[in-house]
């Protein structure tokens, strides 16, 4: 069955500094990827997503993730990281045929000033 | 556009009473519609899904149960309430031909 990994329960950060959030998930076959973000007490906003082509795809609020399949990798990045983007941040999984989506545990950014 | 909508925003239910959650999408038709929990500090379990009226999936074996009695209208029940299944309930759709979900703003269920 897919599952989806990620690493880092919780990423405290600096205001302005870059991010990284890591992303594995365990199928090689084709698949859809996806990272939401989650605002406290809120639902699932889409920030981004890769279904083919180029493997850079770019979001919403600056962010964005690299698909790398030979490591089954997607790694969401922003640059430059505001208080505002303090929030829980999930990947999530879709195979190809599939109508559901397998989502990681998440992870909590916290930005300080 | 369209929009998907939750109630109640909150809950605060007795442990052995019954629950009933309501999910509704407009904007679109015959939407695939799917339950999710979030237990405090985990991810997200997927409850049950939809496919069209009817036509319901359950992916955990629990006290909980849904309904689509309308094409839109996506609904979770219990009968009687465990401490178990306080959480935080999320509503989503996806079209047939798209390849994400929208979740609706969420029901905040507290059983005591």
């Known amino acids: 069955a897919q599952s989806v990994t990620q690493l880092d329960s919780q990423v405290p950060v600096f205001e302005e500094a870059p991010v990284e959030l890591r992303c594995n998930y365990s199928s090689s076959v084709s698949v859809y990827l996806f990272w939401y973000v989650q605002y406290p007490n809120q639902g699932l906003q889409l920030l981004l997503k890769?279904?083919?082509?180029?493997?850079l795809v770019k979001g919403i609020n600056g962010f964005e993730a690299e698909f790398n399949k030979s490591q089954t990798s997607f790694h969401l990045r922003k640059p430059s990281v505001h208080i505002s983007d303090t929030a829980e941040y999930f990947c999530?999984?879709?195979?190809?045929?599939?109508?559901?989506?397998?989502f990681g545990t998440g992870t909590r950014l916290l930005v300080s000033p | 556009s369209q929009t998907i909508h939750q109630w109640p925003a909150t809950l605060v239910q007795p442990v052995g009473s019954p629950l009933s959650l309501e999910c509704t999408v407009e904007g679109t038709s015959n939407p695939n519609l799917y339950w999710y929990r979030q237990a405090a500090g985990r991810g997200l379990q997927l409850l049950f899904y939809s496919v069209g009226i009817g036509q319901i999936s359950s992916e955990v074996p629990q006290n909980l149960s849904a309904s689509r009695p309308q094409d839109r209208q996506f609904i979770l029940s219990s009968k009687k309430l465990l401490l178990s299944d306080s959480g935080f309930y999320l509503c989503?759709?996806?079209?047939?031909?798209?390849?994400?979900?929208?979740f609706g703003p969420g029901t905040r269920l507290t059983v005591t």
């Open positions: 989503a759709w996806a079209t047939g031909g798209s390849y994400e979900q929208y």
């Open positions: 999530a999984v879709r195979n190809t045929g599939f109508q559901k989506l397998v």
């Open positions: 890769y279904l083919s082509g180029s493997t």
